[in-house]
Antibody, heavy 117, light 111 residues
Framework: QLQLQESGPGLVKPSETLSLTCTVS??????????WGWIRQPPGKGLEWIGS???????YYNPSLRSRVTVSVDTSKNQFSLKLRSVTAADTAVYYC?????????WGQGNLVTVSS | QSALTQPASVSGSPGQSITISCTGT?????????VSWYRQHPGKAPKLMIY???NRPSGVSNRFSGSKSGNTASLTISGLQAEDEADYYC???????????FGGGTKLTVL
């Protein structure tokens, strides 16, 4: 059964880089025809798609975040990662990793990241 | 402002039926049969309730059904139960490099 688990720091300082990793079990990132991506949800607000990477390596990003975001994979560890640069308080959110085909998504449990000095 | 438009709130009494709408454009909802609906209880991750407009994942009650007409998709919940009280989000595939759109979410209150 597919499981996704986010990991990373819960507190990041303003202007620094937010880095999260998603560890996948029950499927192989490199061999399945799925997208692997990230979504966030600020406290009390709705869902926002951040970006995704296809198993072939192609990346897709939310235009509003594209200049600050990188999604990458480490096939040797069956993990994929998110880097969000130059963060501000507006980037405080629960960050979810997910596997998807079109918009049929399987989610991790989420990781709260607070941006504060 | 979200790319897909949902009502902010809907309500219904136990046993009744409600419908939540999700309006997009011909480049997303209207152009593809790739609309999903997610239910989110407080403090929990969203759960997939409907995918590809009308399909229910294994284990989801048949009280949940989806449909689409033009640029508007809809989620109908029949026989409302207390456990249905939650936030509901629609999502659509879209053309170009922006793969995924979400609606702003609808808070369902079971009276």
């Amino acid at each position: 059964q597919l499981q996704l688990q986010e990991s990373g720091p819960g507190l990041v300082k303003p202007s620094e880089t937010l880095s999260l990793t998603c560890t996948v079990s029950g499927d192989s990132i490199s061999s399945s025809s799925y997208y692997w991506g990230w979504i966030r949800q600020p406290p009390g607000k709705g869902l926002e798609w951040i970006g995704s990477i296809y198993f072939s390596g192609s990346t897709y990003y939310n235009p509003s975040l594209r200049s600050r975001v990188t999604v990458s994979v480490d096939t040797s560890k069956n993990q994929f990662s998110l880097k969000l640069r130059s963060v501000t308080a507006a980037d405080t959110a629960v960050y979810y990793c997910m596997r998807h085909i079109y918009v049929n998504m399987v989610w991790g449990q989420g990781n709260l990241v607070t941006v504060s000095s | 402002q979200s790319a897909l438009t949902q009502p902010a709130s809907v309500s219904g009494s136990p046993g009744q039926s409600i419908t939540i709408s999700c309006t997009g454009t011909s480049s997303d909802v209207g152009g593809y049969n790739y609309v999903s609906w997610y239910r989110q209880h407080p403090g929990k991750a969203p759960k997939l309730m409907i995918y590809d407009v009308t399909n229910r994942p294994s284990g989801v009650s048949n009280r949940f059904s989806g449909s689409k007409s033009g640029n508007t998709a809809s989620l109908t919940i029949s026989g409302l139960q207390a456990e249905d009280e939650a936030d509901y989000y629609c999502s659509s595939y879209t053309s170009g490099s922006t793969l995924v759109l979400f609606g702003g979410g609808t808070k369902l209150t079971v009276l």
